[in-house]
């Protein structure tokens, strides 16, 4: 089974600052995927970002970057410059190839004006 | 392209009471699961079906069932409703069987039990 810890609860920032989203996961799969989702407060989950364990390259888009360690099994999310629209609460999931994904508690960030 | 549509998007019950959800996914879907999301567990996984066959089930009580019709539409039914199971409970559907692809959300259900 696959179990992901966001140790970081709730984070608040003020707007412009930077803030990184830790994720650290457990899985005895030795192929595997990993996600970021955004849970703004409409409710829906939406997709930030999906890797595959064998592609540790970090990866940038736009204000957002991830890196990912294998060694470490973790998959962190760095906002940049953040804004008040990335007040959400943030899921990261282990899968290791079907559709069911081990979502936990998520990071609530608030992002100050 | 419509989104997934989960009806209804509030309803209250009370204790003993029973409660179906149901979910429309995005057109050409056939895998949906179902999440229960509570402040205290966080987002838990219910099931999974695709082509009308439960593929998956989570760690919850038998009073949690689903089913999921040939139009790939979805149910998901909890009996005898406890206080515990106030949460919000999204649907999720995705086009292939096994494809660890993108989730498409709906906006939930949210059910309080009185």
């Known amino acids: 089974a696959q179990k992901v810890t966001q140790a970081q609860t709730e984070i608040s920032v003020v707007e412009k600052e930077d803030v990184t989203l830790d994720c650290v996961y457990e899985?005895?799969?030795?192929?595997?995927?990993l996600f970021w989702y955004k849970q703004p407060p409409s409710g829906e989950l939406v997709f930030l970002i999906r890797?595959?364990?064998?592609?540790?390259q970090n990866e940038i888009s736009g204000r957002y970057s991830w890196n990912f360690q294998k060694s470490t099994s973790s998959f962190n999310f760095t906002i940049t410059a953040s804004q008040v629209v990335d007040s959400a609460v943030y899921f990261c999931?282990?899968?290791?190839?079907?559709?069911?994904?081990?979502f936990g508690t998520g990071t609530s960030l608030t992002v100050i004006p | 392209k419509a989104g997934v549509t989960q009806t209804p998007r509030y309803l209250i019950k009370t204790r003993g009471q029973q409660v179906t959800l149901s979910c429309s996914p995005i057109?050409?879907?056939?895998?949906v699961s179902w999440y229960q999301q509570t402040p205290g567990q966080g987002l838990q996984f219910l099931f999974e079906?695709?082509?009308?066959?439960?593929?998956n089930k989570g760690n919850f009580p038998g009073r949690f069932s689903g089913r999921q019709f040939s139009n790939s539409r979805s149910e998901m039914n909890v009996s005898t409703l406890e206080l515990g199971d106030s949460a919000l409970y999204l649907c999720a559907s995705t086009q292939t069987r096994k494809s660890a692809g993108e989730l498409f959300f709906g906006e939930g259900s949210r059910l309080t039990v009185l």
């Open positions: 999931a282990p899968i290791p190839g079907g559709n069911q994904f081990y």
């Open positions: 057109s050409g879907h056939r895998s």
């Open positions: 079906y695709f082509s009308e066959t439960q593929r």
């Open positions: 890797r595959n364990s064998f592609d540790e």
């Open positions: 899985t005895r799969d030795t192929t595997y995927y």
